[in-house]
């Protein structure tokens, strides 16, 4: 497998996780790499937007898309990863043991945390088992609310964990959950404005730190 692998965790429902797996997805769509999806969230969410996705702008040979239960990700791989570009992970909201199946396959691990203090707790688990895994991890700021207390207040708790969060994060928009509700990225829901060079923002900084 040539492509490169990031999984997307927090055990917090909520904070994420399904938004920055679509928006990453998107985003390296557009500039014309292959991109598998894989979702071994039990809820079963991105299932769901690629259903509408593919009813609205239609099938496309460059998006791939399997399930696939943690302990199964290594054949999952096998079978859909391919000769795909990126491959993202969607898991679902808890930190057990058996995303360690996940964190074994990545590159690297993304961890959201929408702008609640309650995230940051959440997220001590996840960074513990990304840590014993061996694998680069970064959190990724979400719903950040320029100016506000609780803004600041999680930004220093994020701080002191031990992953680094990215520089590029992305706000609380409108856009973010609309674009989710019908299958597309805020890249695509919106063309111009914050939400898209946000996007565009954090798929390249992750580029760089994959070599993608
Ligand atoms: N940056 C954001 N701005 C506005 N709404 C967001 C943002 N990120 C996520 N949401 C919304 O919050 C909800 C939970 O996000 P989701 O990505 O499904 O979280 P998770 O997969 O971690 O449970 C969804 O309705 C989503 O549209
Ligand atoms: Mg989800």
Redesign the pocket.
């Known amino acids: 497998m040539s492509g490169r692998i990031i999984c997307v965790a ?1 055990q917090k ?7 920055l797996v679509t928006n990453l997805a998107t985003a390296y769509l557009a500039e014309g790499k292959s991109v598998v999806l894989l979702d071994t969230d039990p809820q079963g ?1 991105l299932g769901k937007w690629l259903d509408i996705r593919e009813e609205t702008v239609g099938e496309n040979e460059k998006l791939q898309f399997s399930t696939s239960t943690a302990y199964g990700i290594s054949r999952a791989l096998r079978g859909v990863g391919g000769e795909a570009d990126v491959i993202l992970i969607d898991t679902p ?1 808890k930190a057990d043991s058996d995303v360690r199946w996940v964190l074994r396959e990545s590159d690297l691990v993304l961890v ?1 945390i ?1 702008a609640s203090q309650a995230d940051v707790w959440a997220t001590h688990d996840i960074l513990d088992l990304a840590d014993r895994a061996g694998k680069p991890t970064n959190i990724v700021l ?2 950040t609310r320029a100016g506000t207390r609780v803004g600041e207040h999680v930004a220093k708790s994020v701080s002191e964990l031990v992953a680094k969060p990215l520089q590029s994060s ?5 856009v ?2 609309e674009a ?1 509700g019908r299958g597309l990225g805020a890249m695509e829901a919106k063309k111009t404005g914050s939400a898209s060079e946000e996007v565009r923002a954090l798929a390249s900084e992750v580029s760089a730190i994959l070599k993608l």
């Not at 429902?13 to 938004?19: L, Q, R, S, V, W």
């Not at 992305?170 to 409108?174: E, F, H, I």
């Open positions: 927090q429902g909520g904070a994420g996780k399904t938004t969410s909201p959201p929408a979400n719903r992305l706000a609380n928009r409108v973010y959950a989710l």
